[in-house]
């Protein structure tokens, strides 16, 4: 079945490198997403990837992609505190088309002064 | 501005007492869809409606139903809410493609809680 998993904390100081991880069993998923949860907040779409692309950057954050082990990443250079929220995993149920995003447990970034 | 609104963003009731949590879009979307977020599971759908007059099951859809006779909103209605049902739920809207691979929106939130 389709299933994604995340790696629920991550805890850095201001101005590292953070990383935040993603496993997912959908092969045939075409679209995988990053969101973030700010307290109190709905959902923002941070970025996206195409799955035969290996890497995006964009700013601060650059994805990569090992489709091979179905392994996804999001790195935020320069973490700052405004960072700090929850950051979820998703990829679109690519086998059935219905549009479902299918979310791993999400990640808590915590950004320490 | 391009939003989802959802109201109420909080509500406390009492088990088996029907209520309805409203989600409105101004995007001309023809995908809707809601969501429950509960610690450790993440978001899953609930339901889920392609189009106007058109929805279909999510993973969680016990307890819970839907109506779609407008393009703008998407009401989730609970008929005999359950302790349960205690979460946070989200209404997200898109534009549909073939591939279905265009961003999602999502409400604000509203939280539920059943006693």
């Known amino acids: 079945g389709e299933d994604v998993e995340q790696s629920l904390f991550l805890s850095v100081r201001e101005g590292d490198s953070s990383v935040i991880n993603c496993t997912y069993t959908d092969s045939s998923s075409t679209y995988l997403y990053w969101y973030k949860q700010e307290p109190g907040a709905g959902l923002q779409l941070l970025t996206y990837?195409?799955?035969?692309?290996d890497m995006k950057q964009d700013q601060r954050l650059t994805v990569l992609l090992n489709k091979k082990d179905k392994h996804l990443s999001l790195r935020i250079a320069d973490t700052q505190t405004g960072d700090s929220a929850i950051y979820f995993c998703a990829e679109r149920g690519g086998s059935s088309n219905t549009g479902k995003l299918i979310f791993g447990q999400g990640t808590t970034l915590q950004v320490k002064p | 501005e391009a939003q989802v609104t959802q109201n109420p963003r909080y509500l406390i009731t009492v088990t088996g007492k029907k209520l309805t949590v409203t989600c409105s879009q101004n995007?001309?979307?023809?995908?809707m869809s809601w969501y429950r977020q509960d610690p450790g599971l993440g978001l899953r759908q609930i339901y889920y409606s392609m189009n106007v007059e058109v929805t279909d099951k999510g993973d969680v859809p016990e307890g819970y139903k839907v109506s779609r006779k407008e393009k703008r909103n998407f009401p989730l209605i609970l008929e005999s809410p359950s302790p349960n049902q205690t979460s946070l739920y989200f209404c997200a809207s898109s534009s549909r493609t073939e591939t279905m691979n265009t961003e999602a929106f999502f409400g604000q939130g509203t939280r539920l809680t059943v006693v």
């Open positions: 990837i195409f799955s035969n692309m």
């Open positions: 995007m001309n979307h023809e995908y």
